[in-house]
């Protein structure tokens, strides 16, 4: 079992930067490949981001590619997602997912869930 806690939502301008952290409980964080979704009101949860369970390979959404950057402590169980030239259309609830195994951009393949953070970018 993994337990998985997000922070450092917020308001931000357009054109600011934000850090979201999910800290994971368990012993085993590194075998699970981590993920990062959002949701907007009234749309599907979208891949964002995700970074295999070495943390060499990151795969990014087009949408945010070159202005997001996922990382992670695996001695900390932590993953980081720095998030630059925030944009109005990146507001969104925001979930740190893990999955066992090799990364997916499916929302359906990651086994458990934070309970999200909120992101609102006002223009």
């Known amino acids: 079992q993994v337990q998985l806690v997000e922070s450092g939502g917020g308001l931000v301008q357009t054109g600011g930067s934000l850090r979201l952290s999910c800290a994971a409980s368990?012993?085993?964080?590194?075998?699970?490949?981590m993920g990062w979704f959002r949701q907007a009101p009234g749309k599907e949860r979208d891949f964002v981001a995700a970074i295999s369970t070495s943390g060499r390979n990151t795969y990014y959404a087009d949408s945010v590619k070159d202005r997001f950057t996922l990382s992670r402590d695996n001695a900390k169980n932590t993953v980081a997602l720095e998030m630059n030239d925030l944009k109005p259309e990146d507001t969104a609830v925001y979930y740190c997912?893990?999955?066992?195994?090799?990364?997916?951009?499916?929302?359906?393949?990651?086994?458990?869930w934070g309970q999200g953070t909120q992101v609102t970018v006002s223009s």
């Open positions: 997912a893990a999955r066992l195994g090799g990364w997916c951009a499916s929302p359906g393949t990651y086994h458990y």
């Open positions: 368990g012993r085993t964080f590194s075998s699970y490949s």
